[in-house]
């Protein structure tokens, strides 16, 4: 299975704040990769998928980047509502797996 | 909309048996490869399984072959998960999800979840 690595595993940010988040992948996985929000209790949210397409009716502050086996996830300016874990997705397989989550704290 | 509703989980012992159901409603079912994805409480998202539009095929995690199945009726706009041999370590919150439509199998919608807890 390819694994998926994603760092920091928690960052604490302030509003306003850039944020950047990396999931780094066992083997090349081209930019077969997306990103979820989850809040806690709740579903989690898709983001961005194909690395870099951002989900219709996402916030444009929201964005991805990255290909073969390193991937990042940049906030480019930290709202109240983002606070939340934030899950890397790797579907280039049929064996797919996520990443572990990076929290987003205060 | 689009919309998934999960239903079937609760408290079963070690060895029994689970079927969960999913409820698809606002958008066109039988277009869609479908998943199963769970949380066991506190860890992170584990992909379970995926089907074919047509039901004609389906993948599993390797851990997990041989004891669920995933299964849907199109006609009915429902997604299952027949869950045996049911162990300590399935107890999770298990989320219904939509495949997106662009290739690929990211998931574009998601239900709520229902808590499975096996537990004697």
């Known amino acids: 299975d390819i694994q998926m690595t994603q760092s920091p595993s928690t960052l604490s940010a302030s509003v306003g704040d850039r944020v950047t988040i990396t999931c780094r992948a066992s083997?090349?996985?081209?930019?077969?990769l997306a990103w979820y929000q989850q809040k806690p209790g709740k579903a989690p949210k898709l983001l961005i998928y194909k690395a870099s397409t951002l989900e219709s009716g996402v916030p444009l502050r929201f964005s991805g980047s990255g290909s073969g086996t390193e991937f990042t996830l940049t906030i480019s300016s930290l709202q109240p509502d983002d606070f939340a874990t934030y899950y890397c997705?790797?579907?280039?397989?049929?064996?797919?797996?996520f990443g572990q989550g990076t929290k987003v704290e205060i | 909309e689009a919309q998934l509703v999960e239903a079937g989980g609760g408290l079963v012992q070690p060895g029994g048996s689970l079927r969960l159901s999913c409820a698809a409603s606002g958008f066109t079912f039988s277009d869609h490869w479908m998943s199963w994805v769970r949380q066991a409480p506190g860890k992170e998202l584990e992909w379970v399984a995926n089907?074919?539009?047509?039901?004609?095929?389906?993948f599993y995690v390797d851990s997990l072959k041989g004891r669920f199945t995933i299964s849907r009726d199109n006609a009915k706009n429902s997604l299952y998960l027949q869950m045996t041999s049911l162990r300590a370590e399935d107890t999770a919150v298990y989320y219904c999800?939509?495949?997106?439509?662009?290739?690929?199998?990211?998931?574009?919608?998601w239900g709520k979840g229902t808590t499975v807890s096996v537990s004697s």
């Open positions: 089907i074919r539009p047509g039901g004609s095929e389906s």
């Open positions: 083997q090349s996985i081209s930019t077969w």
């Open positions: 997705h790797q579907y280039s397989t049929y064996s797919q797996t």
């Open positions: 999800a939509r495949i997106g439509a662009a290739a690929g199998y990211y998931m574009d919608v």
